[in-house]
């Protein structure tokens, strides 16, 4: 599948942003979809993945603040990031992972990646 994500951009603390990922070219629908971010020098770490079945699993540096969420008809994953800290920026990824029906944190069992969007929070 292919995934484009957008929605990034440069705000301050405690400022929301609504990151879209939207997917073509494979069924949506069955699979488990992830957004991940990666900071300068840093490894790419999990923010939070969506079954099928919307089951959700979120890194705890996230939980409380940002939503996952999915819109099948649409092929659309969405990242609803509330109270934005400058420890957020980063270039966030979705990422689609098939066969499985649980939330995957792991990079490494996603399949498909988006091209990254950057986020900059500002204090």
């Known amino acids: 599948v292919q995934l484009q994500a957008s929605g990034g951009g440069s705000v301050q603390a405690g400022d929301s942003l609504r990151l879209s990922c939207a997917a073509s070219?494979?069924?949506?629908?069955?699979?488990?979809m992830g957004w991940f971010r990666q900071a300068p020098g840093k490894e790419r770490e999990f923010v939070a993945s969506?079954?099928?079945?919307?089951?959700?699993n979120y890194a705890h540096s996230v939980k409380g603040r940002f939503t996952i969420s999915r819109d099948n008809a649409k092929n659309t994953v969405y990242l609803q990031m509330n109270m934005l800290k400058p420890e957020d920026t980063a270039v966030y990824y979705c990422?689609?992972?098939?066969?499985?029906?649980?939330?995957?944190?792991?990079?490494?069992?996603?399949?498909?990646w988006g091209q990254g969007t950057q986020v900059t929070v500002s204090s």
């Open positions: 969506i079954t099928s079945s919307e089951s959700i």
């Open positions: 990422a689609a992972g098939y066969g499985y029906n649980r939330p995957i944190r792991s990079p490494t069992l996603y399949h498909d």
């Open positions: 070219g494979r069924s949506f629908s069955g699979s488990v």
